[in-house]
């Protein structure tokens, strides 16, 4: 059996939605509680196994507490780990030897990649997103559209609670 089957058997035990654009390459759509989905990559390599999600844009604001607190939550993190690309916008990424990869170990790897991206996007958007935030807050309210899926933030967003 290949990493990429024991990738792909992973996969179908999970019950996860995938794709698979080209051999021994798998979009995986891990649905999230704060965050509405995370699409991770898995890709076999001739060494490794690539992992790689994006969590979240260049922040607009406080970037130096943005980082900071990305990188103090590095040091706590399993199999992968906060990246920034060029643009500055956040991945989460890891690298596997290829001996390592079971299907336990993609398991461990993906609910990894769901609980740091999910438990830290709320955190990340109000650090990173405030003003912008409150004025989608402000300009929903306005016009009497649903604040729904901004609730989460609604403790410094909503001028009645601030």
């Known amino acids: 059996m290949t990493v990429a089957d024991v990738v792909e058997a992973a996969l179908n035990s999970a019950e996860v939605s995938y794709e698979k654009p080209r ?4 979009l995986v759509r891990l649905p999230g509680q704060h965050k509405l989905a995370t699409m991770t990559w898995l890709i076999v390599g ?9 969590f979240c844009r260049r922040p607009d604001e406080n970037h130096a507490e943005f980082y900071r607190w990305l990188l103090a939550k590095n040091g706590s993190m ?14 989460l ?5 290829l001996a390592a990869v079971s299907e336990e170990e993609i398991d461990r ?6 609980t740091y991206s999910d438990e830290s996007f709320d955190r990340a958007l109000e650090i990173g997103f405030a003003s912008s935030i409150r004025r989608e807050w402000e300009w ?3 016009r009497g559209e649903s604040l729904a899926n901004l609730q989460a933030f609604a403790r410094f967003a909503d001028p009645q609670r601030r």
């Open 23 to 26: 051999p021994g390459a798998f």
């Open 46 to 54: 001739d060494r490794v196994l690539h992992v790689e999600a994006f």
């Open 78 to 91: 399993y199999g992968v780990h906060f990246a920034v690309d060029e643009m500055g916008d956040v991945h």
């Open 93 to 97: 990424v890891g690298r596997v030897p």
């Open 109 to 114: 790897l993906l609910g990894c990649v769901l």
């Open 140 to 142: 929903r309210a306005a």
